[in-house]
């Protein structure tokens, strides 16, 4: 899950050795948006945390190489950032961490004509993770089948991050969320809308 299509698994090949040598581990790239393409890469460091410097580092490591490989035609932009509180799980192991959290999870193909979950993460064993679902029941679900996975933004989530030193100790909820992030973080529909805007904005200046 941390890498989706062809260009995505690429891209993440290609920057991962320079994640490394900065000490970063890759948490997720997306390639999202049609028109203007953004090209977000969310890293941290293996205790869980990630810094302001820590991003312009990778990005500007990362910018060059990117310019070289040439992996998107189109032109796009760059985003570096944090995986914030809300965060993805996309590794073998990322559930495991946070057992006892809420999370929201989308499959690929539907299990019973289900393909979104939202539940309790009750424990991960051999790569499937145990869910107590929110309306009722448990779901089983391999994380090979996922195409997208957050942790759902609770008091006590946030309780739990600032203990392991991943966010500020005293801070309102809404002020936590947005500043945990590094740099703006997009979902798809976000990232559609940007890049047609920017794409509007390119029409008027012609």
Not at 68 to 75: C, G, L, R, W
Request: aromatic share 2%.
């Amino acid at each position: 899950m941390r890498a989706l299509s062809e260009i995505e698994l690429r891209i993440l090949g290609m920057i991962e050795p320079e994640a490394q040598a900065l000490g970063l581990e890759i948490v997720r790239v997306r390639v999202m948006g049609s028109r203007t393409p953004i090209l977000q890469i969310m890293a941290e460091l293996p205790d869980g945390t990630m810094t302001v410097e820590k991003c312009a580092k990778l990005s500007r490591r990362l910018s060059p190489l990117l310019d070289a490989e040439d992996p998107i035609v189109s032109e796009y932009t760059l985003e570096v950032s944090s995986p914030g509180i809300d965060r993805p799980l996309t590794r073998a192991g990322d559930f495991a961490k946070w057992a006892s959290h809420e999370v929201r999870i989308e499959i690929g193909m539907p299990v019973d004509g289900r393909k979104r979950f939202h539940g309790v993460i009750d424990g991960e064993e051999n790569g499937v993770v145990t869910v107590t679902l929110k309306d009722g029941g448990t779901a089983q679900i391999a994380i090979t089948e996922m195409i997208k996975a957050n942790l759902v933004l609770t008091d006590r989530l946030i309780k739990d991050v600032q203990l392991l030193g991943q966010a500020p100790e005293e801070t309102d909820t809404d002020d936590l969320a947005e500043d945990f992030d590094d740099l703006e973080v997009l979902d798809d529909e976000d990232a559609d809308a940007v890049g047609d805007e920017a794409d509007a904005d390119e029409d008027e200046d012609k």
